[in-house]
């Protein structure tokens, strides 16, 4: 979500989330608008999991 338009950046739906795809959906913003300043996130079991600390590299 962007803070300043209040836009859905994207949208996946599913029962669960794998890391890996949470990351692919990461990968596909960055590539159309660039870096986020900063990511908010729930703390749900998807963002806790150390594979997501691979996403530090782009950020």
């Known amino acids: 979500m ?3 338009n209040r836009e859905a950046l994207a949208t996946e ?3 669960g989330l ?3 795809r949470i990351i692919c959906v990461l990968e596909r913003i960055i590539g159309q608008r660039g870096y986020p300043i900063k990511l908010r996130m729930d ?3 998807e ?3 150390i594979a997501l600390g691979a996403v530090e ?3």
């Open 18 to 20: 794998p890391v890996a």
């Open 13 to 15: 739906i599913d029962l």
């Open 57 to 59: 590299v782009f950020l």
């Open 47 to 49: 963002f806790v999991s």
């Open 2 to 4: 962007d803070d300043f």
């Open 43 to 45: 703390n749900g079991p």
